[in-house]
């Protein structure tokens, strides 16, 4: 015959925990220092992509304005009121 056995029992541990606390090591500067006629030729460079991307911009605005404005004037027109 089997026999019964009895259920376990869990019962409530308690684990101490301690902060512990992580130093954070920066790395020591070096010498290699970028020179000042860099950062201006790379703010010259930005400032031509800026001008590019915004005449393609403007290029863009002008197309699609082109585009729809034939179907915004039949628009205008059905809405409007016709003068007799």
Do not use: C, F, G
Not at 2 to 11: C, F, N, R, V, Y
Not at 24 to 47: A, C, E, G, H
Not at 53 to 66: A, F, G, M, T, V
Request: avoid cysteine; proline fraction near 7%; charge should be positive.
């Amino acid at each position: 015959m089997a026999t019964k056995s009895s259920p376990k029992l869990m019962t409530e541990q308690s684990y101490s925990v301690t902060k512990e606390e992580a130093k954070v090591v920066l790395p020591k500067p070096t010498d290699n220092i970028i020179p000042l006629s860099s950062y201006v030729q790379d703010m010259k460079n930005r400032w031509k992509i800026h001008q590019y991307e915004i005449k393609e911009l403007s290029k863009d605005i002008e197309w699609l304005y082109n585009k729809s404005k034939p179907y915004l004037d039949k628009v205008r027109d059905r809405i409007s009121p016709k003068a007799s």
